[in-house]
C-alpha cells in the first residue's frame, strides 16, 4: 500500500469517523488523499475506508480554486 504518509490535518465528522487528509507517496508519486477513517474503540485506533478521493498534483490548483469558490459561497450565509 502507501510508502509513506504525511498526514497534515484531520477533520471531524462524527464520535466515530472523521476526515483524514494527507500526502502519501506511491511508488515514487506524491498525491493528496483525503479519506474517510473510523474508529470502534473510542479513538484509540483509527482505520481507513473505502470511501475517500486522492487528488494528482496536477489538479491541485484546480481543487484549490474551487474551495475557495465554495467558500465565497459560504461566506454570505
Same mark, same amino acid.
Given at each position: 500500500? $502507501? &510508502?509513506? %504518509?504525511?498526514?497534515?490535518?484531520?477533520?471531524?465528522? $462524527?464520535?466515530?469517523? /472523521?476526515?483524514?487528509?494527507?500526502?502519501?507517496?506511491?511508488? *515514487?508519486?506524491?498525491? +493528496?488523499?483525503? /479519506?474517510?477513517?473510523?474508529?470502534?474503540?473510542? *479513538?484509540? $485506533?483509527? +482505520?481507513?475506508?473505502?470511501? *475517500?478521493?486522492?487528488?494528482?498534483?496536477?489538479?491541485?490548483?484546480? +481543487? %484549490? #480554486? $474551487?474551495? &475557495?469558490?465554495?467558500?465565497?459561497?459560504? %461566506? #454570505? &450565509?
Amino acid at each position: 500500500m $502507501s &510508502e509513506e %504518509k504525511n498526514i497534515i490535518t484531520t477533520i471531524p465528522k $462524527s464520535a466515530t469517523e /472523521r476526515i483524514e487528509i494527507s500526502i502519501n507517496e506511491y511508488k *515514487g508519486k506524491k498525491y +493528496l488523499d483525503l /479519506r474517510t477513517f473510523y474508529t470502534t474503540d473510542d *479513538g484509540a $485506533s483509527w +482505520l481507513p475506508t473505502k470511501k *475517500g478521493i486522492t487528488v494528482s498534483p496536477d489538479n491541485l490548483e484546480l +481543487l %484549490k #480554486d $474551487s474551495i &475557495e469558490q465554495a467558500m465565497g459561497e459560504f %461566506k #454570505d &450565509e
